[in-house]
C-alpha cells in the first residue's frame, strides 16, 4: 500500500463527517444516515446505517452507492455497492451490527478518488472483493 492509500485509510478510519447515498435503479439518489463505519482499507467498508423496512429489503437486493468520509480538508470518496447482510457476515466486519431500525452493510468499492493534503490520487479496484 503506497503513502498516499495509507494516509486515505487513516481518513476514512477518523472521519469527521461520512455521506452515504444509495442510488436504486430508475430513482434518484438517496442519502442514507451511517450510525457506525469499520473499514481496513478503503476496498471493503462495512457500516450500520439506519433503515426504514422499504430501505433494508432494497440494501438486501444491493445498490448501487457512493460514499465520502472528510477529515478537515481531507476527503475520500468511494463508489461502488452497497448490500445488507446478516449477523453471520456482520461479525467479518469487526463489531459492526444491526439492530432496531439499523441494518448493517458491507460498501465494496469498485474506485476511490483521494484529496489528501492538497494531493489528489485516484484508484481501481478493479475485481475486488
Same mark, same amino acid.
Given at each position: 500500500?503506497?503513502?498516499?492509500?495509507?494516509?486515505?485509510?487513516?481518513?476514512?478510519?477518523?472521519?469527521?463527517?461520512?455521506? !452515504? &447515498?444509495?442510488?436504486?435503479?430508475? #430513482?434518484?439518489?438517496?442519502?442514507?444516515? @451511517?450510525?457506525?463505519?469499520?473499514?481496513?482499507?478503503?476496498?471493503?467498508?462495512?457500516?450500520?446505517?439506519?433503515?426504514?423496512?422499504?430501505?433494508?429489503?432494497?440494501?438486501?437486493?444491493?445498490?448501487?452507492?457512493? !460514499?465520502?468520509?472528510?477529515?478537515?480538508?481531507?476527503? @475520500? &470518496? !468511494?463508489?461502488? +455497492?452497497?448490500?445488507?447482510?446478516?449477523?453471520?457476515?456482520?461479525?467479518?466486519?469487526?463489531?459492526?451490527?444491526?439492530?432496531?431500525? !439499523?441494518?448493517?452493510?458491507?460498501? &465494496?468499492?469498485?474506485?476511490?478518488?483521494?484529496?489528501?493534503?492538497?494531493?489528489?490520487? +485516484? #484508484?481501481?479496484?478493479?475485481? +475486488?472483493?
Amino acid at each position: 500500500m503506497d503513502d498516499m492509500m495509507q494516509r486515505a485509510a487513516a481518513t476514512v478510519a477518523a472521519a469527521d463527517s461520512v455521506t !452515504l &447515498t444509495a442510488c436504486r435503479e430508475g #430513482y434518484f439518489p438517496r442519502e442514507v444516515e @451511517v450510525v457506525g463505519l469499520q473499514a481496513d482499507d478503503l476496498g471493503t467498508v462495512w457500516m450500520t446505517v439506519r433503515a426504514d423496512a422499504a430501505a433494508a429489503v432494497t440494501f438486501r437486493r444491493g445498490v448501487r452507492a457512493g !460514499l465520502c468520509m472528510r477529515r478537515g480538508r481531507d476527503s @475520500v &470518496t !468511494l463508489s461502488g +455497492h452497497m448490500r445488507s447482510v446478516d449477523d453471520a457476515d456482520a461479525l467479518a466486519s469487526g463489531g459492526i451490527a444491526a439492530g432496531r431500525g !439499523l441494518c448493517a452493510v458491507r460498501f &465494496t468499492s469498485e474506485n476511490a478518488s483521494v484529496w489528501i493534503d492538497g494531493q489528489p490520487a +485516484h #484508484y481501481d479496484f478493479a475485481g +475486488h472483493e
